[in-house]
T-cell receptor, first 112, second 116 residues
């Protein structure tokens, strides 16, 4: 199963950038790194995913270390709506082993 | 486009009963997976289906089962309900892994099951 390590909680000021770290030292060369976030009383929401190079979309950026053992989710300008639990994970690339394993995630608090 | 739809949103059942939860994935998504979320255990994988075949199963007792239909809609069933089965049950759909590319998962809002 995928093993990830994230800080339990982080705080950030509104309108400031936020860098959420994740360690995934057992990742293999073909596993994509996924990030999801979960707001209260909702299902997890897809944020971004990538393999090797840095990725950007309208929600966030994903910076992946050269050795792929860690990654950082970057929210460029945090808003109150970004307050959520953020999970990083990686589905194992093997047919028959397609699942997400979630750790405890990082609870992000945004300070107005 | 429509998201992942789970029904019902809320359910109250009595110990010993059985329950069936439904999930309609995003159109075109052939992979459907199920997760259980509790305050104590967090998000835990139940099983995953692709083109009507169960490809992977988590560490849950045989009381938990599922299936997928030809239109990719999926159901999960829990028989002989126990108090500890009270949880948020989440369904996620994805295009699945094709070749060397991976796709993100879209989750539904879940079914909140309470066993009394």
């Amino acid at each position: 199963d995928a093993k990830t390590t994230q800080p339990n909680s982080m705080e950030s000021n509104e309108e400031e950038p936020v860098h959420l770290p994740c360690n995934h030292s057992t990742i293999s060369g073909t596993d994509y790194i996924h990030w999801y976030r979960q707001l209260p009383s909702q299902g997890p929401e897809y944020v971004i995913h990538g393999l090797t190079s840095n990725v950007n979309n309208r929600m966030a950026s994903l910076a992946i270390a050269e050795d792929r053992k860690s990654s950082t989710l970057i929210l460029h300008r945090a808003t109150l709506r970004d307050a959520a639990v953020y999970y990083c994970t990686y589905p194992r690339y093997n047919i028959g082993n397609e699942k997400l394993t979630f750790g405890t995630g990082t609870r992000l608090t945004i300070i107005p | 486009k429509a998201g992942v739809t789970q029904t019902p949103r809320y359910l109250i059942k009595t110990r010993g009963q059985q329950v069936t939860l439904s999930c309609s994935p995003i159109s075109g998504h052939r992979s459907v997976s199920w997760y259980q979320q509790t305050p104590g255990q967090g998000l835990q994988f139940l099983f995953e289906y692709f083109s009507e075949t169960q490809r992977n199963k988590g560490n849950f007792p045989g009381r938990f089962s599922g299936r997928q239909f030809s239109n990719s809609r999926s159901e999960m069933n829990v028989s002989t309900l126990e108090l500890g089965d009270s949880a948020l049950y989440l369904c996620a759909s994805s295009l699945g892994v094709w070749g060397r590319k991976s796709y993100g998962y879209t989750f539904g809002s879940g079914t909140r099951l309470t066993v009394v």
